[in-house]
């Protein structure tokens, strides 16, 4: 076998692409916020694949080439995506089964993500779906981040799943929640229903002003429960002695949401600026991130997940033929 057909040379080449793809991947969430902060969601009119009826949208519309470049980027993701497949089929298909699972789930992911793209601008950005089209980007990106973890991090130490474990994983799923009814907020039109912050329009508990201010204020209510599950999580993670690895992401995620809460009352007080509301849901996939990859971490340690990560002299033994 060739050095460049070994294992551990495909192996190498997954780790690269699944991090790159998942850096790209994030960009492209980011780079979605801007679509929507901008009001370019609709740039390229209700067109798709094509904006506005031809390839490349005209040099004076600043709206068509975001949402074209927003296009561009994912078509770039789906690229890296092909790439990711092979390597992963080549290196994985006979070990570390998980990887290859990983990658598959994100390729059906990304297929799935591309059809409501195309769907939202064909039925007018509807906010369900806008809510659903976030959610799914979220979901990719913690697929990629899967891959790698499983490429990269070997739990050398394993103990038992406890109830630390369960409240790691259950504040990830929170970490989600929110950001839908973020989304949502932005989607039903409530994203100025209360021009003030903490209170809203003067009231801690606005329900009798209408569904807006109370679609915006349970959003808020529901960012502050989630940021006491996180520094619960952080504390006991610290007092349970966790590895470095879940200690410093928890730690990460809880100092994300702090900035990403000032970004939030930011948004709200400077009346949905663009660059607080890019800010706010970059912030908010980071700390998705963070929280998804300590729960990855978390479930290898307990034997949730199997890994099986080979140093480079194992992949050599595994590529080197057998005496006859």
């Known amino acids: 076998m060739t050095e460049a057909n070994t294992p551990a040379v495909h192996s190498r080449m997954f780790v690269r692409l699944a991090l790159v793809t998942a850096l790209f ?66 290196a994985y ?7 290859l699972n990983g990658t598959l789930v994100a390729a059906v992911l990304f297929a799935f993500q591309s059809i409501l793209g195309a769907l939202v601008v064909r039925l007018d950005l509807p906010p369900t779906m806008v809510t659903v089209h976030l959610g799914t980007a979220m979901l990719l990106l913690a697929s990629l981040l899967f891959t790698y973890v499983g490429a990269t991090y070997q739990a050398v130490v394993r103990y038992a799943r406890d109830p630390v474990s369960l409240l790691l994983y259950a504040t990830t799923g929170v970490s989600l929640l929110i950001i839908l009814t973020g989304a949502l907020v932005r989607g039903s039109g409530a994203t100025l229903a209360c021009i003030d912050w903490p209170a809203c329009n003067g009231e801690l508990f606005p329900f009798n002003q209408g569904p807006l201010q109370t679609v915006h204020m349970t959003h808020r209510f529901a960012v502050l429960a989630f940021g006491v599950l996180l520094a619960l999580l952080a504390w006991y993670a610290y007092q349970s002695q966790r590895p470095t690895a879940v200690r410093r992401l928890t730690m990460l995620a809880l100092v994300l949401y702090l900035a990403q809460s000032v970004v939030g009352a930011l948004f709200v007080l400077t009346a949905a600026a663009p660059l607080w509301g890019t800010l706010h849901v970059g912030l908010a996939s980071l700390t998705w991130a963070s929280l998804a990859v300590a729960s990855f971490i978390e479930a290898a340690h307990t034997g949730s997940l199997t890994f099986s990560v080979k140093s480079e002299s194992q992949w050599k033994q595994l590529s080197t033929p057998t005496p006859r």
Do not use: K, Q, Y
């Open 25 to 90: 991947t994030f960009g492209l969430i980011v780079f979605g916020a801007i679509v929507r902060v901008t009001d370019s969601g609709l740039g390229c009119n209700r067109d798709w694949p094509l904006c506005g009826g031809t390839i490349f949208p005209p040099l004076d519309n600043l709206t068509a080439w975001i949402e074209w470049t927003h296009r561009l980027l994912a078509m770039l993701i789906g690229v890296l995506g092909i790439g990711m497949l092979v390597a992963a089929f080549r």
């Open 93 to 99: 298909r006979t070990d570390n089964r998980a990887i």
